[in-house]
């Protein structure tokens, strides 16, 4: 690190504490040093040199001389930093260019410098430091970068007789290690995994890191149960990761693996077939090492289709999405005192597509913003004309409770229509319960503060659903349809109904019971006193027009 300071003109009368201070710092590291006086004279390490075309140690002219050893492409950059170092508008410079050695060779190099100056603001001195940036290494987990990687494998493929497979594997869930353990935090969990499962790669197989939390692995002549093994052998190392701070984390690992020249005949295509399986892996719950087959390559290109049909749609004023609606009833009188509002899809191209395949795309592809807020609207304005006393329970994800926008959204839409707040329950899916607590407080106090119901839904599936009650105050509690589907016979289930009701009760909270699709389930909600209840006996989720006659009927006024 190099320190300055701003403040008295600074003179370097003392030439050889100088002197030995820069020789010194030039033996640390095999990296350029460079330092610039007030007469524009610079001093560089005996390292710069000896690589660089430079006359000698002293260059006078600086600025104009290396200049020309700067790659044509990377001028534009380097002139527009140095302006801005020149006029104070800052004394640090951090910049990467490409510089030409004497060999004629152009290498890339990190350039990290610092301005010194008098209280006049004019530059007294510069000191700095150029690193190699080397173009084969991960700075980070000092193994082979991605574009070694490309290369290798493009090689392998030259020998006519080159076999072997190619394994890339990833971290589940990485983006929550970072939330958790901070950026700084996860870079050093990649560090360490990176030296963990380098222990479990042959000698003759080579360890990649490609981007992110993704790596691969390439075993020449090496097979699918080489792969296997390969595999097994990480998923031991990743379950003991240990930070700096003696924190443990336990990884979970994805993968993907493609043989050649069985499944791939090109280097290009042997790294999209590998890629296919491990999304395939990600996709088909994690957690597991998935091996490439032309199935698996049809399914992704279908599942990326998919995506930009959906993103298609959403773009042209959500095309083919629609709300249904499902009752929900007053167990004694029958009559529907709530509905539940769910998105549908539907889309020739890809006909009988369910919410639980399409809702999750939304939220990967950050859709669900755009789309939730359509079902927050279209949720209102519909309820409007249905009734002037009935209940919406609306869905909301985490990815929409933690846009800073949505509160205000939803209370715009309240005042726009002049719905009243305590017509809308807002369920929080099961995608909250996996993440920031702080983040759900913030957004749903605000909601509350209006007086916008609020629904746990799923209730009663782990220690989560505890924790966020303990935290945020809601209305409604929905029981899990686990416990519901076998209550008539299973007397376990139906002493958790039975308890989550009282606890519900206790805390002057509302129960829905949801699943109730017999006669029987609807007796046990009935005895053990839920409040409100959801199923199938009264009905499916049906289409807003479907729906609006069936509460003229639930009133005594047939159309």
Not at 3 to 8: A, L, M, T, V
Not at 146 to 166: H, P, Q, R
Not at 335 to 344: F, G
């Amino acid at each position: 690190m190099i320190s300055y300071r701003r403040g008295k003109h600074v003179k370097y009368n003392n030439e050889g504490l100088e002197n030995i201070f820069f020789e010194s710092v030039c033996k640390l590291r095999e990296d350029y040093y460079f330092m610039q006086n007030i007469s524009g004279r610079v001093r560089w390490s005996p390292k710069a040199v000896n690589d660089f075309e430079l006359p000698g140690e002293y260059v006078d002219g600086f600025a104009r001389m290396w200049r020309s050893f700067i790659h044509p492409e990377d001028l534009a950059h380097f002139d527009e930093e140095m302006e801005r170092i020149r006029t104070g508008k800052t004394d640090y410079m951090l910049l990467e260019y490409r510089v030409r050695k004497r060999n004629g060779e152009y290498v890339r190099v990190r350039s990290h410098g610092v301005m010194n100056r008098d209280t006049e603001i004019s530059p007294v001195c510069c000191m700095g430091i150029l690193e190699r940036v080397d173009d084969t290494t991960d700075e980070l987990t000092h193994v082979p970068n991605i574009y070694v990687a490309v290369k290798d494998i493009a090689d392998t493929f030259e020998n006519e007789n080159a076999s072997g497979c190619l394994m890339i594997v990833g971290i589940d869930d990485f983006k929550r290690i970072n939330d958790l353990y901070t950026y700084s935090g996860g870079d050093e969990i990649i560090k360490n995994f990176a030296l963990r499962i380098s222990k479990c790669i042959p000698q003759s197989a080579t360890l990649y890191r490609l981007e992110g939390d993704q790596f691969a692995v390439h075993y020449p002549y090496g097979t699918l149960q080489d792969m296997k093994d390969i595999y097994a052998r990480m998923t031991d190392e990743a379950m003991d990761i240990s930070l700096s701070n003696d924190i443990k984390v336990s990884l979970q690992l994805s993968a993907g693996v493609c043989k050649y020249p069985d499944q791939a005949e090109k280097p290009d295509i042997l790294r999209k077939n590998a890629q296919y399986a491990f999304e395939r892996a990600k996709r088909q719950g994690k957690g597991q090492l998935a091996v490439f087959t032309r199935e698996i390559r049809e399914q992704y290109l279908e599942h990326l289709r998919l995506i930009e049909e959906l993103k298609r749609c959403v773009r042209n004023d959500f095309e083919g999405f629609e709300l249904y609606y499902q009752p929900i009833v007053e167990p004694k009188s029958m009559q529907i005192v709530e509905c539940e509002a769910l998105l549908r899809w539907k889309n020739g191209r890809f006909p009988g597509i369910g919410p639980a395949k399409f809702i999750p795309i939304l939220e990967e592809t950050g859709m669900m913003k755009e789309v939730g807020a359509y079902a927050v609207r279209t949720a209102i304005s519909q309820v409007m004309d249905f009734s002037d006393s009935l209940i919406v329970n609306v869905n909301v994800s985490y990815k929409q409770l933690k846009d800073d926008d949505f509160a205000e959204y939803v209370l715009g839409i309240l005042k726009e229509y002049q719905f009243p707040p305590e017509r809308l329950m807002m369920e929080l899916t099961e995608s909250c319960k996996a993440h920031d607590l702080p983040v759900l407080m913030r957004t749903m106090n605000k909601l509350r503060e209006h007086r916008v119901l609020v629904a746990l839904d799923d209730f009663g599936t782990g220690y989560a659903s505890l924790d966020i009650l303990q935290d945020i105050s809601v209305d409604c509690l929905k029981i899990e349809q686990c416990f519901v589907a076998e209550c008539e016979k299973n007397n376990v289930d139906r002493n958790i109904i039975k308890h989550i009701i009282l606890l519900a009760h206790s805390l002057g909270l509302k129960v829905c019971m949801e699943g109730v699709e017999t006669e029987g389930i609807y007796d046990v909600a009935v005895e053990e006193q839920a409040d409100i209840l959801q199923g199938y006996y009264f009905s499916r989720p049906v289409p807003a027009g479907d729906f609006q006659n069936m509460l003229r009927r639930s009133a005594g006024h047939e159309a």
